[in-house]
């Protein structure tokens, strides 16, 4: 894979353990920077945060927010990528380019509602088949997404 082309991939207040350390694995994977905006639902020293990502944490590049205004304020609004369920917009729509920011709210309420409306023509979602079920996991979502992005930006 071509190390020039970096992301960012934004975790806003992230509540499963697992979730954060499999993204921090994927992101040591691809050179991606990983944003996490607080209160985080753990300690960074959570024995299962620590166990998805394995070993790989010193190849992960790690961000820390105080809060969301705070992360928003600090970035360009079209370098802003933003993931949820409600909307329409498929993610294979949206036209990513290195150094992205690739957005998902916490696993239990999603991004605040607020922050969808401000950036609505942003705002992008995975389909899914069975109105069953309510989203994807956030570690699977947050790979589908990056990869994607990444096939876009990486030379055939």
């Given at each position: ?34 944003h ?46 933003f ?20 957005i998902?709210g ?20 995975l389909?899914?088949?069975?109105s ?6 956030l570690?699977?979502?947050?790979g589908?997404v ?10 055939e």
């Open positions: 894979m071509d190390n020039t082309h970096f992301f960012n991939i934004v975790l806003v207040e992230p509540e499963i353990p697992p979730n954060t350390g499999s993204i921090a694995r994927l992101c040591g994977a691809t050179n991606t920077v990983l996490l905006v607080h209160p985080l639902g753990f300690s960074t020293d959570d024995k299962h945060l620590i166990r998805a990502g394995l070993d790989y944490w010193q190849f992960v590049k790690i961000h820390h927010w105080a809060s969301l205004d705070e992360f928003l304020q600090a970035q360009q609004e079209l370098q802003l990528f993931f949820t369920t409600k909307v329409d917009r498929r993610y294979t729509s949206a036209r990513f380019t290195p150094g992205c920011f690739l998902f916490k696993e239990t309420k999603g991004l605040p509602e607020d922050i969808l409306q401000l950036y609505h023509d942003r705002c992008y979602t389909p899914m088949e069975n069953n079920i309510r989203s994807l996991n570690a699977m979502t947050a589908i990056l990869y994607e992005a990444l096939r876009q930006c990486v030379s």
